[in-house]
């Protein structure tokens, strides 16, 4: 009989034959050229993209998919692409792209504004008015969403008559100690008595009854020291406030 190694290289041969011609294909399983047949079928499948090339493979170089003009600008950055084996670039890494903008002392949606649409931050700020003003800086919220100016709250006091809001409530002179109380304006008739009031900064006597039409009923309506004088009746009176139809 022949030798083995002699059948074996003419398989092989043949085998290598059959790869590109068609032939002795059942005869070549599991020889290492029908393996290598199949592998080189598994690359031109694979490969088989039908995409053109755009680039050879291996190749690094920057690149930006953000919006034009951003890139460079803020928070944005470029990243870099590689050229692939089947010669397509592949994803740009390490790229910084424009987001919503927060309150965060940085331009994150790329505009070339800080924190455009919030108070900036470290800026002066006050609360209050008057007396009760104070001031402090706008700081950015721990979530970025808005500020607030950090102004310490005004010292409140008791209020008191001297046109101030000393309570810091946003009105002046109101409750003051000592007002309501029954008095005498000086003024003749009706209009002596009074209630004290703060009025314009002031403790006043203001008159409880308000000079009117002096009609003629034992009283000085009119607030002149004469009691009667040209007076009218009630009914007179009555029909000189009617209000006309």
């Given at each position: 009989?022949?030798?083995?190694?002699?059948?074996?290289?003419?398989?092989?041969?043949?085998?290598?034959?059959?790869?590109?011609?068609?032939?002795?294909?059942?005869?070549?399983?599991?020889?290492?050229?029908?393996?290598?047949?199949?592998?080189?079928?598994?690359?031109?499948?694979?490969?088989?993209?039908?995409?053109?090339?755009?680039?050879?493979?291996?190749?690094?170089?920057?690149?930006?998919?953000?919006?034009?003009?951003?890139?460079?600008?803020?928070?944005?950055?470029?990243?870099?692409?590689?050229?692939?084996?089947?010669?397509?670039?592949?994803?740009?890494?390490?790229?910084?792209?424009?987001?919503?903008?927060?309150?965060?002392?940085?331009?994150?949606?790329?505009?070339?504004?800080?924190?455009?649409?919030?108070?900036?931050?470290?800026?002066?700020?006050?609360?209050?008015?008057?007396?009760?003003?104070?001031?402090?800086?706008?700081?950015?919220?721990?979530?970025?969403?808005?500020?607030?100016?950090?102004?310490?709250?005004?010292?409140?006091?008791?209020?008191?008559?001297?046109?101030?809001?000393?309570?810091?409530?946003?009105?002046?002179?109101?409750?003051?100690?000592?007002?309501?109380?029954?008095?005498?304006?000086?003024?003749?008739?009706?209009?002596a008595a009074g209630v004290m009031k703060c009025l314009g900064?002031?403790?006043?006597?203001?008159?409880?009854?308000?000079?009117?039409?002096?009609?003629?009923?034992?009283?000085?309506?009119?607030?002149?020291?004469?009691?009667?004088?040209?007076?009218?009746?009630?009914?007179?009176?009555?029909?000189?406030?009617?209000?006309?139809?």
């Open positions: 009989m022949g030798d083995p190694r002699d059948l074996r290289t003419l398989i092989a041969r043949a085998c290598l034959t059959g790869l590109f011609g068609g032939v002795l294909v059942g005869a070549c399983t599991g020889t290492d050229a029908n393996l290598e047949k199949q592998r080189l079928l598994d690359e031109l499948n694979a490969a088989g993209t039908n995409k053109p090339a755009q680039c050879k493979p291996g190749i690094v170089e920057a690149c930006y998919s953000g919006a034009e003009g951003t890139g460079g600008r803020g928070m944005c950055r470029g990243g870099n692409r590689t050229c692939d084996d089947n010669a397509q670039w592949g994803a740009c890494t390490g790229e910084v792209l424009p987001k919503k903008e927060t309150c965060n002392r940085a331009d994150d949606d790329c505009d070339g504004i800080t924190d455009n649409n919030f108070e900036r931050d470290g800026a002066s700020c006050t609360i209050g008015a008057g007396s009760c003003k104070t001031s402090g800086t706008w700081t950015c919220n721990a979530d970025g969403l808005g500020t607030t100016c950090n102004a310490p709250p005004p010292k409140s006091e008791p209020e008191r008559c001297d046109g101030q809001d000393n309570d810091c409530d946003n009105q002046v002179d109101e409750d003051v100690p000592g007002t309501g109380g029954v008095c005498q304006t000086g003024k003749p008739g009706v209009c900064g002031t403790m006043q006597c203001a008159a409880s009854r308000p000079p009117s039409q002096e009609i003629c009923n034992g009283l000085d309506d009119d607030c002149n020291n004469a009691i009667d004088d040209r007076c009218l009746t009630t009914e007179e009176a009555a029909k000189l406030n009617k209000p006309a139809n």
